[in-house]
């Protein structure tokens, strides 16, 4: 899929007042507000415990004009499948339920349930931001945290572990649609959910989303990073239909191309700054791979 979308036709609609509790040059932001604008008034969302229940506050002083239900952390894949139910008794079939959730509340605590609904076909649009860490509580590692990034759980030596591939986990339940996309391509971003919500069944959108303080650095370079890290090829943007994998927008213009190397994206953040050249070079080499893989494939 390439961008419809430009800055020159994108919709004026808006369902984010200005002003929020979000910090300042938080990636959420940007991917809130754009997703909200492809999917329109007629949308009802379901929002685990995360920095996105404080960025949309409570009414009667929320950030968003859409309805919203704040459910319990395990349970937003099986609260969205609810609403859907709900509405279909309703007659109301032409709503968009969608679950918007961290990478904590879908790729760790919210699992179980996502798996579910996707296992069951429910017919749900699920987005989770990735700012690979338990933000909202005081940047906590999660699943989905980098190796060799420090948190305030994963001190001195960094997380141990590799960054877990939630994507690929989705993917293994043959949804009708899945994409990766980023804080730093809104456009990309809006064309995707605009595509999602277009399909019926289960649809899962994962958005790499930098975040200031849990990453180190400063807020007017969310966008820098987010496409460094696009750039390097360490956060790939892509769209799978009928399980086929097709590179999108700027990853696929990439293909074949020289890379920026790995370096350039650890070293624009402080969150890296134990990162070993072992490490350095190990992630390298995996990355290297795993574009060797999408070369053979597209
Ligand atoms: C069962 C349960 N455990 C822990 C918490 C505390 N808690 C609230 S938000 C949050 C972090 C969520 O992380 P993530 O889903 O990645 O979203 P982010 O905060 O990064 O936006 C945690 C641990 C909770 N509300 N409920
Ligand atoms: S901690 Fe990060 S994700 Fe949370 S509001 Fe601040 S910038 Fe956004
Ligand atoms: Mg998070």
Same mark, same amino acid.
């Given at each position: 899929?390439?961008?419809?979308?430009?800055?020159?036709? /994108?919709?004026? #609609?808006?369902?984010?007042?200005?002003?929020?509790? @979000?910090?300042?040059?938080?990636?959420?932001?940007?991917?809130?507000?754009?997703?909200?604008?492809?999917?329109?008034?007629?949308?009802?969302?379901?929002?685990?415990?995360?920095?996105?229940?404080?960025?949309?506050?409570?009414?009667?002083?929320?950030?968003?004009?859409?309805?919203?239900?704040?459910?319990?952390?395990?349970?937003?894949?099986?609260?969205?499948?609810?609403? &859907? @139910?709900?509405?279909?008794?309703?007659?109301?079939? #032409?709503?968009?339920?969608?679950?918007?959730?961290?990478?904590?509340?879908?790729?760790?605590?919210?699992?179980?349930?996502?798996?579910?609904?996707?296992? &069951?076909?429910? #017919?749900?649009?699920?987005?989770?931001?990735?700012?690979?860490?338990?933000?909202?509580?005081?940047?906590?590692?999660?699943?989905?945290?980098?190796?060799?990034?420090?948190?305030?759980?994963?001190?001195?030596?960094?997380?141990?572990?590799? +960054?877990?591939?939630? *994507? !690929?986990?989705?993917?293994?339940?043959?949804?009708?649609?899945? =994409?990766?996309?980023? =804080?730093?391509?809104?456009? #990309?971003?809006?064309?995707?959910?605009?595509?999602?919500?277009?399909?019926?069944?289960? &649809?899962?959108?994962?958005?790499?989303? *930098?975040?200031?303080?849990? %990453?180190?650095?400063?807020?007017?370079?969310?966008?820098?990073?987010?496409?460094? @890290?696009?750039?390097?090829? /360490?956060? @790939?943007?892509?769209?799978?239909?009928?399980?086929?994998?097709?590179?999108?927008?700027?990853?696929?213009?990439?293909?074949?191309?020289? &890379?920026?190397?790995?370096?350039?994206?650890? +070293?624009?953040?402080?969150?890296?700054? !134990?990162?070993?050249?072992?490490?350095?070079?190990?992630?390298?080499?995996?990355?290297?791979?795993? %574009?060797?893989?999408?070369?053979?494939?597209?």
């Amino acid at each position: 899929m390439e961008n419809k979308t430009s800055i020159l036709n /994108l919709t004026e #609609d808006e369902f984010v007042h200005p002003g929020n509790r @979000a910090c300042a040059g938080c990636g959420l932001g940007i991917v809130y507000r754009t997703a909200l604008k492809a999917l329109g008034k007629n949308t009802i969302l379901v929002v685990p415990p995360s920095c996105l229940t404080v960025l949309q506050g409570l009414y009667p002083i929320a950030a968003a004009k859409l309805p919203c239900l704040n459910v319990t952390f395990a349970s937003t894949g099986a609260a969205a499948t609810g609403v &859907r @139910a709900a509405m279909r008794s309703l007659k109301k079939n #032409d709503v968009n339920v969608v679950a918007f959730a961290g990478d904590g509340g879908t790729g760790d605590i919210g699992i179980q349930a996502l798996s579910g609904a996707c296992e &069951r076909g429910d #017919d749900i649009l699920y987005i989770c931001y990735d700012n690979e860490a338990y933000m909202n509580t005081g940047v906590q590692r999660s699943g989905t945290t980098p190796q060799g990034v420090v948190t305030t759980t994963t001190p001195i030596t960094g997380k141990l572990q590799s +960054k877990k591939d939630v *994507p !690929s986990i989705v993917a293994a339940h043959k949804i009708p649609y899945l =994409a990766t996309a980023s =804080a730093a391509y809104p456009l #990309d971003l809006y064309d995707k959910v605009k595509k999602a919500a277009s399909i019926k069944g289960p &649809r899962y959108i994962h958005v790499h989303t *930098p975040c200031p303080p849990g %990453w180190g650095f400063e807020p007017r370079y969310t966008i820098k990073v987010g496409k460094l @890290a696009v750039e390097t090829g /360490l956060f @790939a943007l892509y769209e799978m239909e009928n399980s086929q994998l097709r590179l999108t927008g700027p990853s696929k213009k990439m293909l074949g191309k020289p &890379r920026l190397p790995v370096t350039d994206y650890f +070293k624009s953040q402080h969150r890296f700054y !134990s990162l070993g050249n072992d490490l350095i070079n190990d992630l390298q080499a995996q990355v290297d791979h795993a %574009w060797d893989a999408y070369v053979i494939h597209q």
